[in-house]
C-alpha cells in the first residue's frame, strides 16, 4: 500500500496564527480585486468598494495626514495612492482580526477544513486570472504589434513599459509561449491532482509577470506579486515533499488530496457540477470575448484607410511653399496616422502633436483636431494621384494649405523585414 502524507490533527501556533492571518488577508484581497473571478463579479464590486472611495481618502486626510487628498482610484493601474492604501488597510484589518480570533480560538486543534477551502478559492482565482492572462496572449491581444508610431519613436523616449511592451507585441510566437504557459498554469489548478503542478507553474508564470512589472514599471505590482503568494501558500502544503524531492534527494510519498466531502450528496454533486460548468464558461467566455475583441480592435481590426507613415514631399501655406529647415517648429516633417482615430504630426523640429483623425472616404475628406483644443480643425480634400501618394488641400483658420506626402514602405525598418532565421554565420546584433 502506498504511503501518502495525511492532514496533521495538531497544529503548531504559529501554523495556526499564519492559517487565520493568510485567510483574512487574501479573502479581502480578493473581496477588493474580484479580478473578473466569477461572471459579474465586477459589476457587483463597483457598488460595493463605492463606500471604500470616500473610506480610504477620509482616513488618507485625518488619520495618515497625507498631503495629497487621493481622488485617482483603480483604473488602468492597479499601483494607484488608493490601491496601496486598500493594501494597507487589509493588513491592518488581518493582523488586528487575527489577534482577536487567536485569542478567542485558542484551543483549536487544527484549521483542516478552512486550509483546504481557502487553497480551493485561492486556486480558483489563480487559474481564473491565469486563463485570462493567457488567452489575450494566445489570441495576440494584450501586446499589439508595433505602430507606425512606435517603430518611429527612439529607444530613449520609449517609456519602460512601452518598452516591454513593444517587445513583448513584436513576436507573435513569444506570446503564444507565454499564453500556453499561463493557460495551462491555469488549467492545472482547477484539479486536485494537478494543483501542486500549476502551482509550480503559477510561481513561474507569475513570477515572471511580476518580475517584467517591477523591473519595466508596468502599473500591476501588487496584483502580479499577490499571485506570488497566492503560488507559494498553495505549495506550503507540499513543501515538504518538494524538499525532499528536488534538493535532498529523498522519497517525496504522495501527498494528501483527498476532498472534504459534505455529508448530503446533493451537495457534493452540486459543487462538481459547478466546477465543469464554471470551467466551459470560462473557456467559451475567454476564447469568444477574445476573439471578438481581437476583430474589433486587435491585430484582427481592419486598418484605417490611412493607415501608415507619410514623408512630407512639399508644404505650401497661402502658396508659399515653407523651406524644409530644422529649426521650423510648425512644417510638417511626418505623419503618422494610426488606429482608433489617432494619428500624430512630427515637426522639423522632432516635436510632435497628436491629433483626432477622422476620415470620410466617400466624400474624400479629413477632419484633424486635438483634444486641447477641438474648435481649431483642419480641413482637408485629399487626393491619391498614385498608389503611395497622398495629397491634402484644405485650410486651418484662414490659411489655406497644401500638403504632399509619399507614404513610407514600413517592411523598411530593420525590425519589420529581419525575420526569423534557422542559420546565422554570425550575430546579428543591430
Request: proline share 4%.
Amino acid at each position: 500500500m502506498t504511503e501518502t502524507t495525511v492532514a496533521p490533527l495538531y497544529w503548531s501556533a504559529l501554523q495556526k496564527i499564519a492559517l487565520r492571518f493568510f485567510l483574512l488577508l487574501f479573502i479581502l484581497y480578493i473581496f477588493f480585486n474580484p479580478n473578473g473571478v466569477l461572471p459579474y463579479t465586477d459589476v457587483i464590486a463597483e457598488y460595493l468598494i463605492q463606500p471604500f472611495h470616500i473610506i480610504i481618502p477620509w482616513l488618507s486626510k485625518n488619520l495618515l495626514h497625507m498631503p495629497q487628498p487621493i481622488t485617482t482610484f483603480t483604473n488602468g493601474s492597479g499601483d494607484t495612492t488608493y490601491d496601496y492604501l486598500v493594501i494597507l488597510l487589509i493588513v491592518t484589518v488581518s493582523a488586528i482580526v487575527t489577534v482577536i480570533w487567536s485569542v478567542l480560538d485558542r484551543k483549536a486543534r487544527n484549521y483542516n477544513k478552512l486550509f483546504y477551502w481557502l487553497c480551493v478559492i485561492l486556486r480558483y482565482y489563480v487559474g481564473i486570472t491565469m486563463l485570462s492572462y493567457g488567452f489575450v496572449k494566445v489570441i495576440k491581444l494584450q501586446f499589439p504589434s508595433p505602430s507606425p508610431g512606435r517603430l518611429l519613436q527612439s529607444f530613449g523616449n520609449a517609456s519602460p513599459m512601452g518598452l516591454a511592451w513593444t517587445y513583448m507585441g513584436y513576436s507573435t510566437g513569444f506570446n503564444y509561449f507565454t499564453g500556453i504557459a499561463e493557460v495551462s498554469c491555469g488549467l492545472f489548478l482547477f484539479f486536485r491532482k494537478t494543483t501542486t503542478l500549476g502551482a509550480v507553474l503559477g510561481l513561474v508564470v507569475a513570477g515572471n509577470i511580476m518580475a517584467i512589472n517591477y523591473c519595466f514599471d508596468v502599473p500591476v505590482k501588487l496584483l502580479s506579486t499577490t499571485l506570488v503568494l497566492m503560488s507559494l501558500f498553495l505549495l506550503a502544503k507540499d513543501a515538504h515533499r518538494l524538499v525532499n524531492f528536488f534538493f535532498l534527494n529523498k522519497t517525496a510519498h504522495p501527498s494528501e488530496i483527498e476532498p472534504h466531502r459534505f455529508r448530503r450528496k446533493w451537495k457534493n454533486i452540486t459543487l462538481s457540477v459547478f466546477k465543469y460548468v464554471l470551467l466551459v464558461y470560462l473557456l467559451i467566455s475567454n476564447i469568444d470575448g477574445d476573439i471578438k475583441a481581437a476583430a474589433q480592435y486587435g491585430e484582427a481590426a481592419v486598418k484605417p484607410h490611412f493607415y501608415g507613415i507619410y514623408d512630407i514631399q512639399s508644404y505650401v501655406v497661402n502658396k508659399d511653399t515653407i523651406a524644409p529647415l530644422t529649426t521650423n517648429a510648425e512644417r510638417w516633417r511626418k505623419l503618422i496616422v494610426g488606429n482608433f482615430g489617432r494619428s500624430t504630426v512630427k515637426k522639423m523640429n522632432d516635436s510632435t502633436q497628436n491629433y483626432t483623425f477622422r476620415e470620410d472616404i466617400k466624400a474624400h475628406t479629413i477632419v484633424m483636431f486635438t483634444d486641447a483644443d477641438t474648435s481649431a480643425k483642419y480641413h482637408f480634400t485629399y487626393f491619391e494621384p498614385a498608389k503611395d501618394s497622398l495629397i491634402l488641400k484644405g485650410k486651418l483658420g484662414l490659411d489655406s494649405i497644401k500638403i504632399s506626402m509619399k507614404k513610407f514602405d514600413m517592411k523598411n525598418f530593420r525590425l519589420i523585414n529581419r525575420g526569423f532565421h534557422w542559420v546565422n554565420e554570425y550575430p546579428y546584433n543591430k
